[in-house]
């Protein structure tokens, strides 16, 4: 950042490039369902095929610039590692997914859960074949609100 920033390097009032970042759905879990089992349809992604999604126009953090990148994918960096801050949360905390989501699979959601040692109150709850975002699954999304309501009743009273 010190060189891009450096008084000539770019013209005036110009401190950050854009730039694409390809393959950002590159993960051999879209494509052996025997990494991370569970109900999710092999070969597809949130975006559809990983063959297409890693190329789309639109993606997960699909355009970035130099500063955005370390936030974003720095490993050391960023501030968007949920396992990194979620030791510090000391409210109740509720972790619910589907099993059936393609990309956000029930390992991630057990790590989440067990991150969160500080919480006053946590429950991990999976519903059993919704996917991400419960599309064309009216019943299962009315399973995952209920049990959202019932948790913030059992918190709350």
């Known amino acids: 950042m ?5 008084p000539g390097h770019f013209p005036q009032g110009l401190d950050d490039l854009a730039f694409v970042v390809q393959g950002t759905a590159a993960d051999l879990r879209f494509l ?15 975006w559809g095929s990983p ?6 126009p639109a993606g997960i953090t699909r355009v970035t610039t130099l500063r955005a990148w370390l936030n974003q994918w720095s490993l050391d960096h960023t501030n968007a590692d949920s396992l990194r801050w979620l030791p510090q949360i000391t409210t109740p905390l509720q972790v619910v997914l589907g099993t059936a989501d393609p990309t956000v699979l029930p390992a991630m959601a057990q790590q989440m859960y ?17 996917t991400h975002y419960f599309e064309n699954q009216p019943e299962l999304l009315t399973e995952a609100l209920d049990a959202v309501a019932a948790f913030i009743h059992d918190v709350c009273g």
């Open 114 to 130: 067990d991150h969160a040692t500080a919480s006053t109150r946590r429950e991990l709850k999976y519903v059993k074949g919704a």
């Open 32 to 46: 052996d369902g025997n990494i991370d089992p569970s109900d999710r349809e092999i070969g597809v992604t949130l």
């Open 51 to 56: 063959q297409v999604a890693n190329y789309m």
């Open 2 to 6: 010190a060189e891009i920033t450096a």
